[in-house]
C-alpha cells in the first residue's frame, strides 16, 4: 500500500534549523499535491503548508510564513519542510499528506488545500521539539 515516511525532526534550541523530508512509495508522486501538518499536544492537527504537483506554486501558512519553506522532488518522490528561525511554539509532531485532487480544482488554488479531510493519505510523523 501507499506509504509516506517522514525523517528529519529532532531537538534543537530556538532559532536554529530543520529539514524535515517525507519519501513517498507505491504512488505516482507527480500526481499529488503535497501538504504538511503539524500537531501539538493537545491541540488539534494544523495545517502548515502545501505545494503543487510541479513543485512551482506553494502555500504556506501564516503562522510559518518566512521561516518555512515546502518544497520537492519528483525524481525522489520526496516532499521537504524547511524550518528556519525555529520557536518553542513551533514544537509538534509534522506529519506529511498526500492529496490527488481529482477535480484539478485545488491545484490552481493552493489555499483551499488547508482541510486534513481533503487529503488521501498520510505519514506517521516526526517529531520535532523547539527548547528556550
Known amino acids: 500500500q501507499v506509504q509516506l515516511v517522514e525523517s528529519g525532526g529532532g531537538l534543537v534550541q530556538a532559532g536554529g534549523s530543520l529539514r524535515l523530508s517525507c519519501s513517498a512509495s507505491r504512488l505516482t508522486f507527480s500526481n499529488y499535491i503535497m501538504g504538511w501538518f503539524r500537531q501539538a499536544p493537545g491541540k488539534e492537527r494544523e495545517f502548515v503548508a502545501a505545494?503543487?504537483?510541479?513543485?512551482?506554486?506553494?502555500y504556506v501558512a501564516d503562522s510559518v510564513k518566512g521561516r518555512f519553506t515546502i518544497s520537492r522532488d519528483n525524481a525522489k518522490s520526496t516532499v521537504y519542510l524547511q524550518l528556519n528561525t525555529l520557536k518553542p511554539e513551533d514544537t509538534a509532531v509534522y506529519s506529511c499528506?498526500?492529496?490527488?485532487?481529482?477535480?484539478?480544482?485545488?491545484?490552481?488554488?493552493?489555499?483551499?488545500?488547508?482541510?486534513?479531510?481533503?487529503?488521501?493519505?498520510w505519514g506517521q510523523g516526526t517529531q520535532v521539539t523547539v527548547s528556550s
Open positions: 505545494i503543487s504537483r510541479s513543485g512551482s506554486s506553494t
Open positions: 499528506a498526500a492529496d490527488r485532487d481529482p477535480s484539478n480544482i485545488r491545484s490552481r488554488r493552493l489555499e483551499t488545500s488547508t482541510a486534513t479531510a481533503l487529503y488521501d493519505y
